[in-house]
């Protein structure tokens, strides 16, 4: 792979790259080894509004939301062809700027790839209804049309893919878009405006604003809030969330969140206790445990509680911690010094509300490398109820399967969840009765049904993405009554 040395990067706007309009900058620094590894325009909200302003047009007066749906498979088809082929310069950007870990941002590219033909399949399939036989003198027709300018606040976790989850869907609707990527990772959405103008989208469809800290949080606000936008899709926190959702209730706008989580694990007795134990480590160390979706409580039944744990912890050598551009690392860094910082703060709660089950922690702050860590904890404590965005596993013994489902229940959160066990009628029973967005049965994270819908219950956010749901995000339904003479 080719390191590109620190580039300079515009904003998009109109189909233009342009600087800010005060010509001011931020950089990017690898969280890994402190270089600058990338230089952005620094927008504000005059540039904000400017790109707003150009999705509108291009919504109102531009082609794309008429385009017919074939035209837009193909460009939605070119751009997947286009992320493959320049997979390693995304790859770099991710890896450099956020310090995930190279097979880890490849993967994630496949990802973003495979989701742009799931949506370009969408549009070709996409239908309205009608109904005739009602009565024989009227007709009834519903109609599927674009929500219209959709502005996106992703987090930086997840880069590329966090992206095209809201944006394939929304160009498969024929919506128009302004980006305001996370100043922590800002350069796979800026490779992706240049990517998809190749690939035919027009002018003005897709726009892109980068800002450092302080203007991201005013640039996120004048999105949220302006009455010239249909939709705001956020990822992150819950309380960011909320503070979005409170801008967007100005003009009653469209939102969808996609916020924290805390899911439970559940592992019975009679699972397969290898594969458990194995997944049980990905689920909570995978991207360094910086998921929304990370199986952070593991809840073990207590006849095998001693013995499960032994195995999990066993196993966390596995992760191999370092250098994110190894491809056998399979844990780099920490986003930031400061998140590095709130992760072991995290662990000092953690060795004063429970016990410690894996050794001293291999903390390098110069790199901010931190390996897998694990707390026998009650459930009660902050460290099960809090989001450490870290890999920092919180360990919690259940009786039953009653039990099971009330500890996994006792949660302001509910974006995921898993459950371990050979009885297909238990599984069910646990899965219908946990209040959470999605659940795994015998795997976590993914079964390969990648396409399925993503989202929470309670404050881990309302709205889906991926599959038909995620399109129905982005489509409003407008019903035609006919009567005949």
């Known amino acids: 792979m080719t390191t590109i040395a620190a580039p300079r990067f515009t904003l998009t706007i109109a189909g233009n790259g342009v600087p800010s309009h005060t010509g001011e900058t931020f950089t990017r620094i690898s969280p890994f080894d402190g270089t600058v590894v990338g230089e952005y325009a620094n927008a504000d909200a ?12 291009a919504f109102d007066s531009g082609a794309w939301p008429t385009t017919p749906a074939r035209t837009r498979y193909d460009v939605l088809t070119a751009i997947a062809r286009l992320i ?47 109904i005739s036989e009602r009565r024989p003198n009227a007709l009834g027709l519903v109609l599927r049309e674009p929500v219209g300018v ?15 989850n809201k944006l394939a869907p929304a160009l498969a609707a024929g919506c ?11 350069g796979p959405t800026v490779l992706l405006a240049k990517y998809l103008a190749d ?56 939102v969808s969140l996609e916020l924290g989580g805390k899911s439970a694990n559940i592992v019975f007795a009679d699972a397969d206790l290898e594969k458990a134990a194995a997944t049980a480590v990905a689920a909570f160390c995978y991207n360094s445990g910086q998921q929304c979706s990370a199986g952070s409580r593991l809840l073990v039944q207590r006849s095998i509680y001693t013995e499960f744990l032994d195995m999990v912890v066993s196993r966390v050598d596995d992760q191999v911690v370092g ?3 190894e491809p056998a690392t399979t844990m780099g860094p920490l986003i930031s010094p400061e998140q590095f ?34 707390f026998e904890v009650a459930n009660s404590t902050r460290l099960a109820q809090e989001e450490v965005f ?79 749901a995620g399109l129905e995000e982005f489509l409003e339904l407008k019903t035609v009554q006919v009567l005949l003479s």
């Not at 005059?46 to 047009?57: C, M, P, Q, T």
């Open 323 to 325: 250098d994110p551009s």
């Open 84 to 130: 493959r082929e320049n997979k390693d310069e995304f790859a770099e950007r991710m890896v450099s700027e956020s310090g995930k870990p190279l097979s880890t941002a490849l993967g994630e590219i496949g990802g973003a790839a495979n989701t742009f033909e799931y949506y370009a399949g969408a549009a070709l399939a996409s239908e309205g209804s009608a």
């Open 46 to 57: 005059v540039d904000a509004e400017s790109a707003i302003d150009a999705a509108r047009v």
């Open 199 to 254: 690939a035919g989208l027009p002018a003005g469809v897709f726009n892109v604003v980068t800002s450092d800290r302080d203007r991201g949080a005013v640039v996120g606000q004048v999105l949220a809030a302006s009455t010239k936008v249909d939709k705001v899709a956020f990822t992150g926190s819950t309380s960011s969330g909320q503070a979005v959702m409170r801008a967007a209730a100005e003009n009653t706008k469209r």
């Open 341 to 374: 910082a709130r992760v072991t703060e995290y662990i000092a709660i953690g060795s004063r509300e429970g016990r410690r089950a894996t050794g001293e922690s291999d903390a390098n702050p110069a790199n901010n490398l931190l390996r897998p860590t694990i």
């Open 390 to 468: 870290g890999p920092v596993l919180a360990v919690i013994p259940f009786e039953d399967e009653a039990d099971a489902i009330r500890i996994a229940n006792d949660t302001r959160y509910g974006l995921a969840g898993g459950v371990w066990t050979t009885d297909i009628n238990r599984a069910f029973r646990v899965i219908k009765a946990i209040r959470t967005g999605k659940m795994f049965v015998n795997c976590y994270n993914s079964s390969g049904l990648d396409d399925m819908p993503h989202g929470g219950y309670k404050d881990s956010g309302f709205g889906r993405e991926f599959g038909e």
């Open 176 to 186: 128009t878009v302004v980006v305001k990527p996370s100043h922590m990772c800002s």
């Open 150 to 164: 959709a502005a996106f606040i992703p987090a930086w976790n997840f880069p590329l893919l966090g992206v095209v």
